[in-house]
């Protein structure tokens, strides 16, 4: 376990952003974790738990209280069945199932992060999302101070949630258990639109593991995002905002303030999403009211290969970051009426204030 004192943050984190810490503790294993849990509940000091830092706008204050780095290891393969250590480099342990001859994850390279984060928003990209193949999550529960496993349908997966997500004070997740596929060296059903016109294949098909993984990470690669600490467009927290579910009342409205700004003949984005929902593109969104790729005079700018990512272009502040995010969820409403709500996590900040 290591500590450190007035520890900045911003090069944790993957928009290189926000203030120091009072304190950071790197634990390298899960007793470690623990540990500097259950000092920093006993002392009523506040905790802030840290993986890889790509989904983290810190502020630029920084973090009064104990920042906890989960570096703990830990890549274990019986048969189909995967344990992962929070703490293992996510794209990593993807490209060894891949190795392995085993499908569920493949579609989800190049996600950057921590294992034990994959939970926490149900990481999805391409078709597959963890909710899919996690069958239980152990975590130590603050609440009860105990550590405890939490099955598939305990986790209360939905589309970049979670209770992890809803209780977030709550649980630190030590340990991730996936139910994976041995489909001959196959991927599993390639449900992406995109990806299935890349690889020249229908839906539903399947392709071999090794050829799934790399066509997304060329897509991802594209489209910056995948990690690059050359290119600017990388250093961000991927998508900035979650895709719009409306319900059927919410999408006649959009669809009517589409039409008046875009035309009788525009059809916006829609895809289905459960009972009575429909899921639209915040992309499109973006990119229509105005905020096209590369938007942006100052440190924060639109990504040039994405709209969808906010991008620190190196001299940047979080306060840089959360005005552009304003401008855009602003402009977003002022259009379509519909507002964009952040993905990544803030710490000591909100795009509300
Ligand atoms: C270039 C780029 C591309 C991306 N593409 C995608 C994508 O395609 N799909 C997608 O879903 N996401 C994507 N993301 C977002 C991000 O990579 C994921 O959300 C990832 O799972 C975050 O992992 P992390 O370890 O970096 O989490 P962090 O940023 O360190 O933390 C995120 C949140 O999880 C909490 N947390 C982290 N570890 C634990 C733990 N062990 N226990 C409890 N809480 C924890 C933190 O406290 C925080 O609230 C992208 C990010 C970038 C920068």
């Not at 943050?9 to 928009?15: D, M, V």
């Not at 189909?80 to 085993?102: F, K, P, Q, Y």
């Not at 009517?256 to 829609?270: D, F, I, K, M, S």
Request: charged share 20%; proline share 5%.
């Amino acid at each position: 376990m290591q500590e450190l004192h007035d520890a900045p943050l911003a090069p944790l984190t993957t928009f290189r952003l926000g203030g120091p810490a009072t304190r950071l503790i790197t634990a390298g294993t899960d007793a470690e974790v623990i540990d500097a849990v259950r000092a920093a509940d006993d002392t009523g000091t506040p905790l802030l738990v840290i993986g890889g830092g790509s989904n983290l706008v810190i502020g630029d204050k920084g973090f009064e209280g104990t920042a906890l780095r989960i570096a703990t290891r830990g890549f274990e393969l019986d048969g189909t069945r995967l344990e992962l250590a929070a703490g293992e480099v996510w794209t990593d342990a993807v490209a060894r199932t891949v190795a392995a001859g085993l499908a569920g994850i493949e579609c989800l390279a190049g996600i950057p992060g921590s294992a034990g984060a994959t939970p926490i928003q149900n990481v999805g990209a391409y078709g597959q999302e963890v909710s899919a193949t996690i069958t239980d999550v152990v975590a130590y529960d603050r609440a009860t101070r105990a550590t405890v496993t939490l099955t598939n349908e305990e986790c209360a997966f939905s589309y970049r949630h979670s209770r992890f997500k809803a209780e977030p004070e709550r649980y630190v997740v030590l340990r991730v258990r996936f139910q994976l596929e041995d489909a001959d060296g196959l991927s599993a059903p390639v449900k992406y639109a995109e990806t299935a016109r890349v690889l020249g294949v229908e839906p539903g098909d399947r392709v071999p593991l090794a050829r799934a993984r790399e066509t997304v990470l060329a897509l991802r690669a594209g489209k910056g995002m995948v990690l690059d600490p050359e290119d600017h467009d990388t250093w961000s927290a991927g998508s900035f905002f979650t895709n719009p579910i409306l319900t059927e009342e919410q999408f006649a409205a959009f669809h009517a303030c589409v039409r008046e700004h875009l035309g009788e003949g525009t059809e916006p984005p829609a895809y289905p999403a459960g009972e009575g929902h429909t899921k639209t593109s915040a992309a499109w969104l973006i990119d229509k009211a105005g905020f096209t790729k590369g938007y942006g005079s100052g440190p924060v700018r639109i990504s040039t290969k994405h709209t969808l990512a906010l991008t620190n272009r190196g001299e940047a502040t979080t306060a840089d970051l959360l005005a552009l995010a304003r401008e855009v969820v602003a402009g977003v409403h002022d259009t379509f009426g519909i507002t964009l709500v952040n993905e990544p996590v803030t710490v000591g900040v909100s795009l509300d204030d």
